[in-house]
Every structure is written in C-alpha cells, then in structure tokens.
C-alpha cells in the first residue's frame, strides 16, 4: 500500500537525480532502482496518444484502471534502501545505456519483483512509502495529485541557462538521453540525430524545424510552467528547493527538505557538511554549445526565471 508518497519533479539536468540520492539515503522510503518511465508508458506512451505527447496532464486522460494498474505496478517494482544498497546495484538494472548487462538485469527484475510481491502475505497492510523522480512527470502534475491525494512533491529548481545549457549537450551525446523515436522526421538545426531527447510534451511538432536550443529551452520551460501552475493551486504540496542553494548551504536546504517530508535531520546527516559533489551553478556564455544563441534564450526564459526567484 502507497503511503505519503514524495515526488521528485524538475526540468532534466537540474539536479533531480542528485536529490533523489540524498533523500532515498533516510531509509524511510521504497523505490525503483531508477526513473519510472516504463510504468508510465503503459498509460501515457505518446503513440497510445496519436502521438500528441506523453503529458497525460488532466486525470481524465487516462482511465481509472490503467491509474489503478500503475499504482500497483509502484507497489509491485519498489524496493527499500537496504536492498538498493546491499543487495544489488540499481544503476545496473535500469537501460540507461542499451548494453546486453543491463537489458537482461531489467528483464530479470521486471519479472522477479510482481512474483516477490505477489507472494508476501502482508503486501496489502505494508505500507510503502514511495519516493519516484521520473523526469516526465513534471509534465503531469495535475494527474500525480489526484491519484496520490496524499502525495508531496520536491520541485528541484537551477538556473534555467545553466540547465539547458546540460541539456544540449546531452541531446548531443549519442544514446543515452534518447527517449522516442517519433513518426516525424527531425530536422531541428544542430541537431544530427534522428530521435527525440528528454521529454515530448505537446506541441512537439512545432518544434522539428527550430533550432535545438529553442528546442531544449522549451522543454524546459514546459516543466516549470506545469509544476508552477500545481504549486499555485496546491502551494502547502510543494516545497521548491534550488541546487545553487543546496550546494552552498546544505546545512540549511536539507533542514527545510527534513521538515517538509516529516524527516529527521539527522536522516541527512553524510550531506550536511557540505559533501556534495560540484555543481555548475553559474551560466556561462563561453561554455555554451551554441553561444550565439546564448543571450536569445536567456531573454525568451527571463519571465520564467523571475517567477523562480532568479531575478
């Protein structure tokens, strides 16, 4: 049974992942060994949609069972910390890269975990805590709050340039951050790949043609204006937490993180001391894949950053 369940959420390369390392370290928590994309795409796979994206905004737009067989697909795949830690290495169960060690670990899990559960007598008065930081899901808030009413979410904040900045250069490593291979031919300008990085939000197609900057800009302001416009309407759900802050000041971060998710500090304490690994806090024109366009995003994404607190 999903209980209090926290949701990592934030635009990709923003310190999501980091985040979801240091919370799963309080022991409180069960989780997959990585993002839930897989369970998602049961319901919200862009070509179970036309191809229109993989947002899934409104509750409405999926039905209650697939909401339901998500749900049990958390409960069946999660796992505590200690096992994460002692039993096996998550990052090598995940396909993050396409490699043979990896496809078959993940087929393995994905068949071993459901048996596990199915055979615990005491799966449906367990309760689980959840923690999840899949990227997409900063682009189905609204969804996320009606099927987990008792859901928090951790909105993960960095300085728009300086993520988009990360995000080009990983739509620009071959592989790794591809998500789909959509039916439409790409030809965004400095881009050479014939797939689709990150996530598809709707309105994609518009994009297939622009430069990859605006591209990569886009994605990112869609994340934010989904979370933002949640944190309006639900603002005591949300706690905003910025990576410049969290690697500055940990100490005071991880306080407030602690609070918000009814934590104890002392859960935290390995990171309160600042041991953090280095975090690019600083936009740079110079480290721009794409200098020139540097001042042209950052004047598109300004509105944005000034809602965010990066006056």
């Known amino acids: 049974m999903i209980h209090k369940p926290v949701f990592i959420v934030g635009a990709p390369r923003s310190g999501t992942s980091l985040l979801f390392h240091i919370v799963r370290t309080s022991q409180k928590f069960w989780s997959l060994p990585s993002e839930g994309q897989h369970i998602w795409d049961t319901a919200c796979h862009p070509s179970l949609h036309a191809w229109r994206s993989e947002e899934c905004h409104l509750p409405s737009e999926i039905s209650l069972r697939e909401k339901n067989r998500i749900r049990l697909l958390y409960e069946q795949q999660s796992m505590p910390h200690w096992f994460w830690r002692h039993v096996v290495n998550p ?3 995940w396909e993050y890269e396409p ?80 998500t789909f291979h959509v039916p439409e031919k790409l030809e965004i300008e400095g881009y050479e790949g014939a797939a689709w990085n990150f996530m598809l939000p709707e309105g994609w197609r518009s994009y297939t043609q622009k430069h990859l900057t605006d591209v990569c800009a886009w994605q990112w302001e869609m994340c934010q204006k989904r979370i933002l416009d949640f944190k309006h309407h639900s603002p005591q759900r949300v706690l905003s937490v910025k990576t410049e802050t969290l690697a500055t000041n940990p100490a ?60």
Not at 99 to 111: D, H, N, S
Not at 152 to 160: A, M, S
Not at 267 to 273: E, K, S, V
């Open 91 to 93: 990052e090598r169960i």
């Open 99 to 178: 490699t043979a060690t990896r496809k078959i670990a993940g087929g393995v899990y994905l068949k071993a975990a459901p048996f596990l559960f199915a055979c615990n007598p005491f799966r449906d008065a367990l309760p689980r805590r959840l923690l999840d930081k899949t990227a997409s899901n900063s682009l189905r808030m609204e969804l996320l709050g009606e099927m987990f009413p008792d859901a928090k979410f951790v909105h993960v904040q960095r300085h728009g340039m300086a993520a988009i900045e990360s995000m080009l250069k990983a739509w620009l490593y071959p592989r790794r951050f591809v």
């Open 252 to 311: 005071t971060e991880l306080a407030r993180l602690a609070k918000f998710l009814d934590l104890p500090l002392v859960r935290f304490a390995p990171f309160l001391q600042g041991s953090l690994p280095e975090i690019n806090t600083t936009p740079s024109k110079g480290a721009f894949p794409f200098p020139d366009h540097f001042d042209r995003i950052l004047k598109k994404i300004e509105p944005t950053l000034d809602t965010m607190g990066y006056a």
